[in-house]
Every structure is written in C-alpha cells, then in structure tokens.
C-alpha cells in the first residue's frame, strides 16, 4: 500500500489532561487554536496558532493544554517529512486552515491530496537544477579578434555572436572572468597586440591598422597613457 494511503489528518482538540506516547510514523501538527505545551524527547515545545511542529518516527512525545487548543494533525508515513524543519511557510499555515475545515466537513477530495500539499508546502523550495556554463575560449576569441581589426572596428555584439551569447550575457561573462567591462577588455587586447607588433619593428601605422585603431595618433596616445 502506499505511503499517501495510510496518511490520515484530523482536527484534534487538547485538554489539561496529560498524555503521552509514541509511533512508527511521523506526526505533524499546526497549531489552530489556543497553546500546546509539548516535550518532544526530552525538549519542550509550545505550539501557537500558525505554530508548528514534526514528531520523528519512535520519538516519546508528552502533551497537555492548561487552557485548551486545536491542532490540525497529520500522521504519516512519506519519507520526505524528514527533511521538513519546524518552522512551516505562510502557504503551509493557509492550507491547513483549509484542511481543517476540509476535516470538518468531511470532504473526502481536499483530505485525500492534503497530505501531499502539506509536505509539498512545507519544505524549503527546490531550486531547479542549473545546467553548468559552456566555457568561453578567452585565448580562441582573442585570435578570432586579431585577424579581424586589420578589416575595421570590431564591435562587442559581433564577440557575443561568435560565443553564442547575448551581449548582456557576454558582457556578465567577461566580468566574471576578467574583472573588466567588454570594452574595457577588447581595448587592453587591441593595445596588448599594437605594442606586440611594435616590438617586432611594425611601424606605428601599420600597427594602428592590425590592431583595430582608428588612426596611428589614436594608437600612440594609447601607448602613451599605458605607459605613464
């Protein structure tokens, strides 16, 4: 038989009269009305309206209510209670006010799938797994740069299309990889290339030409802020 099959809610009120006992099986309660006072293996809880609490399988549990209170209760046996906390979400506390007056009315649909929802709601979300980010060849996409700035201007966009990225996509990946803005590192690569040609004796217009600047001037200031 299944685990939903034998999980069973109900509304259950508690007295001054103490009692205690023990499960095979996970108890949750939600406190509706009035105050618990609990002592779960040894530690005392008190349970409130919009309180809530997870009694693990075998663990002795004493109850009692000076002045009464109303609980919705849940026995179950679904394995996943055992990753749910004590503190149950404002979607937790708005379902089971439903379940309760699901267990008033005897509404057989709403206390079938009960269970279920409340586990459902009651742990932490679950992020959807990310897929892992396809790496940028950095050093590939700096030699597709190279051999294009002697044709013109290369423009950020075109880098991003060659990766299979956006350019706000390009633009987050390059931050993360290099602490600087696109711009910022096409510039650092166009300069690195322009100093690397003039030191193999290429003239200043003809290392502004392979190296994407506008102008032998252009390239020369550049060189001359990098270098102060």
Do not use: K, N
């Amino acid at each position: 038989m299944a685990d939903s099959a034998r999980d069973h809610l109900s509304v259950r009120a508690y007295g001054a009269s103490h009692g205690s006992h023990d499960h095979d099986h996970f108890q949750i309660l939600v406190g509706l009305d009035g105050v618990l006072e609990l002592e779960v293996a040894g530690h005392g809880r008190r349970i409130g309206m919009g309180d809530g609490c997870v009694v693990l399988p075998g663990e002795r549990h004493d109850f009692e209510s000076r002045h009464g209170a109303r609980c919705l209760v849940l026995d179950s046996h679904a394995a996943g209670w055992a990753r749910a906390g004590d503190a149950p979400t404002q979607a937790t506390m708005a379902l089971a006010r439903y379940l309760a007056e699901a267990c008033t009315q005897a509404l057989p649909r709403a206390q079938a799938l009960g269970p279920a929802l409340l586990l459902e709601s009651w742990l932490p979300a679950q992020r959807p797994p990310t897929r892992p980010r396809r790496a940028i060849d950095w050093t590939a996409l700096a030699d597709w740069a190279r051999q294009r700035w002697a044709q013109g201007a290369i423009e950020v966009a075109a880098l991003a299309e060659h990766v299979h990225l956006s350019p706000a996509q390009f633009a987050a990946r390059c931050r993360d990889a290099h602490g600087l803005s696109t711009q910022q590192w096409l510039r650092a690569l166009q300069l690195d290339h322009a100093e690397a040609l003039r030191g193999q004796g290429v003239s200043v217009a003809e290392a502004a030409r392979r190296s994407g600047y506008r102008s032998p001037s252009a390239l020369t200031a550049a060189l001359r802020r990098r270098t102060h």
